[in-house]
């Protein structure tokens, strides 16, 4: 079964500095997607990168970059030069483009401090 | 713009009462779902569709309905809500005909925050 695993609950972080956010994934498809989104205070959601499973080159947008090791299943966001905007929930999911479904970790609160 | 749209965006109601939570895209997007937020559980899925007339379920489909009769329109419906049902519910949309190897962005509505007495 497809599963999202966030080990993360709260992070802080000074700002200026690097930050990791860990996700690991499970599915048996050979076909698949994996998303980060952001959630500030304000509720919505940020779509902020996307890695495909064919995808031989790790994604960047910005200051974000994907950390893509697919024999250890995982899909860290890396954020660089963090800012005080980006505290915030960050959310990993995967789509298995299968089952056509759509799977969320639990979630890992960011907090950047001045 | 580009955007999906929910409505109402706060809902108070009472055990039992049916309600209806409207969710628009004008993206001509194939894919449409439904999630429910709760602290702790991240967003699961309630409800997704592939296209018109085609819908399957989520994680947590209990208690839900759902249609697809036009492809920019996909209501999540409660029968008859009750307190666990209580929630943040995003409704998303997305080309759909993404895969492995092209980008396939969900986007989201602004929420509807329910709460059921």
């Known amino acids: 079964a497809q599963k999202i695993t966030q080990t993360q609950p709260g992070m802080f972080v000074q700002e200026k500095e690097a930050v990791t956010l860990d996700c690991t994934y499970d599915t048996s498809d050979p076909s698949y997607g994996l998303f980060w989104y952001k959630q500030p205070s304000s509720g919505e959601m940020i779509f902020l990168i996307y890695q495909g499973s064919y995808d031989q080159q790790n994604a960047t947008e910005g200051r974000y970059s994907l950390n893509f090791q697919k024999a250890r299943k995982s899909a860290n966001l890396v954020i660089s030069a963090s800012q005080l905007g980006d505290s915030a929930m960050y959310f990993c999911a995967m789509r298995d483009f299968s089952a056509s479904k759509i799977i969320f970790g639990s979630g890992t609160r960011l907090s950047i401090r001045p | 713009e580009a955007q999906v749209t929910q409505n109402p965006r706060y809902l108070i109601t009472v055990t039992g009462k049916k309600l209806t939570v409207t969710c628009s895209q004008n993206m001509n997007h194939e894919y449409m779902s439904w999630y429910r937020q709760d602290p702790g559980l991240g967003l699961r899925q309630i409800y997704y569709?592939?296209?018109?007339?085609?819908?399957d379920k989520g994680d947590v489909p209990e208690g839900y309905k759902v249609s697809r009769k036009e492809k920019r329109n996909f209501p999540l419906i409660l029968e008859s809500p009750s307190p666990n049902q209580t929630s943040l519910y995003f409704c998303?949309?997305?080309?759909?005909?993404?895969?492995?190897?092209?980008?396939?962005?969900?986007?989201f509505g602004p929420g509807t925050r329910l709460t059921v007495l």
């Open positions: 998303a949309s997305s080309l759909g005909s993404g895969g492995a190897y092209s980008v396939d962005t969900q986007y």
């Open positions: 569709s592939m296209n018109v007339e085609v819908t």
